[in-house]
């Protein structure tokens, strides 16, 4: 069985920073792509950031420039640092990994204040 465990959320004002961690444990040998989504009220959850087994990264275009993905594979962890947030970049943010199957944090909270 595989877990991931998300932390780093919280409530920040427009401007400021937080780094999101997801540390996945369990019967993993080796990950290939893991990654961040998110869901804001209302609307569908979208990807924010992606980061292969090899280090290849993709963005939405709305956290290009603000958003960094990196990974720990030793530590089977992947960061999302996010900076200059805007009230905009509020949501629930999901990790995930990929290994044979797809597996989904249980989510974390974002609020960015005006």
């Known amino acids: 069985q595989v877990q991931l465990v998300e932390s780093g959320g919280g409530l920040v004002q427009a401007g400021g920073s937080l780094r999101l961690t997801c540390a996945a444990s369990g019967s993993i040998f080796s990950i290939n792509a893991m990654g961040w989504y998110r869901q804001a009220p209302g609307k569908q959850r979208e990807l924010v950031a992606r980061?292969?087994?090899?280090?290849?990264?993709n963005y939405a275009d709305s956290v290009k420039g603000r958003f960094t993905i990196s990974r720990d594979n030793a530590k089977h962890t992947v960061y999302l640092q996010m900076n200059s947030l805007k009230p905009e970049d509020t949501a629930v943010y999901y990790c995930h990994i990929d290994v044979k199957y797809r597996y989904w944090g249980q989510g974390t909270q974002v609020t960015v204040s005006s």
């Open positions: 980061i292969t087994s090899g280090g290849s990264t």
